[in-house]
């Protein structure tokens, strides 16, 4: 039996195949869950701040809304795609994120790689690839 397969090492691996397949799937899905969670926590986060600040400035500039932290609000929040959080981007610049270490129990050498996501015009044009 294969031993990447025992998520758990307190628990004795069953002697069925599928199951312990099934088994190590639904742990994986739960593991995603949690770090989708700690993405949706910081989007939450970050909007809050951004709200903050734009408060501020309005304050600061009797509520005139022009240029300064305004100019900020567009652009691509914090959005979870399955694998990374990306940060929240301003329209035209470039999120660059290290890849991951490990995937699905498979430990990558990422010392010479990063993700990237550019922006314009507010339009997320996609992960530029790993490079």
């Known amino acids: 039996m294969a031993s990447w397969l025992s998520s758990n090492g307190d628990e004795p691996m ?3 195949y599928v199951r312990n397949v099934l088994n190590y799937i ?3 899905k739960e593991s995603f869950s949690e770090e989708e ?4 926590e910081r989007k939450h986060q970050d909007l809050q ?3 903050e600040e734009r408060h ?3 304050a600061i ?6 240029g300064g932290a305004t100019e900020g609000q567009e652009g691509c929040e914090v959005s979870w795609d399955s694998l990374l959080c ?3 981007t301003s329209p035209g610049t470039l999120a660059i994120l290290p890849c991951f270490e490990e995937l699905n129990g ?3 050498d990422n010392t010479h790689q990063r993700l990237t996501r550019r922006l314009t015009n507010e339009k997320e044009l996609g992960r530029l690839g790993i490079f």
Do not use: M, S, T
């Open 37 to 40: 969670f700690k993405c949706l």
């Open 26 to 28: 639904n742990d994986l």
């Open 106 to 108: 498979i430990r990558y």
């Open 14 to 16: 069953d002697r069925n």
């Open 86 to 88: 990306w940060p929240y």
């Open 56 to 58: 501020q400035y309005q």
């Open 49 to 51: 701040a951004r709200l």
């Open 61 to 66: 500039n009797g509520g005139i809304e022009e």
